[in-house]
Nanobody
Framework: QVQLVESGGGLVQAGGSLRLSCAAS????????MGWFRQAPGLERECVAS????????YYADSVKGRFTISRDNAKNTASLQMNSLKPEDTAVYYC?????????????????WGQGTQVTVSS
């Protein structure tokens, strides 16, 4: 069983930056692909970025491409999401998740373990 804890959310003005962190425990983090998701009120949870277990390959949603960067440090069992040039439409609860199946996944159903989420609010 993998436990995930997100941190780093908060309130920021449009154009600002935040760095989210995800700390993993209870499993071999380096074995799992992972992803960052977000969910705004009334909307479905969506994948904003994902990364293979080695970190060699990543995916970004079109809405965040060029502004967000996903990374992971397998030695420290952590992952990060650097978010720059934030927009009000980035406001959501952000979740990290890991999948047991190898690959690069963007669907919610592909992920097996989830953190509790961290709120990101971007003011205009």
């Amino acid at each position: 069983q993998v436990q995930l804890v997100e941190s780093g959310g908060g309130l920021v003005q449009a154009g600002g930056s935040l760095r989210l962190s995800c700390a993993a425990s209870g499993g071999t983090f380096s074995s799992y692909p992972m992803g960052w998701f977000r969910q705004a009120p009334g909307l479905e949870r969506e994948c904003v970025a994902s990364i293979t277990r080695s970190g060699a390959t990543s995916y970004y949603a079109d809405s965040v491409k060029g502004r967000f960067t996903i990374s992971r440090d397998n030695a420290k069992n952590t992952a990060s999401l650097q978010m720059n040039s934030l927009k009000p439409e980035d406001t959501a609860v952000y979740y990290c998740a890991v999948a047991r199946e190898l690959g690069l996944w963007v669907g919610v159903s592909a992920y097996d373990y989830w953190g509790q989420g961290t709120q990101v609010t971007v003011s205009s």
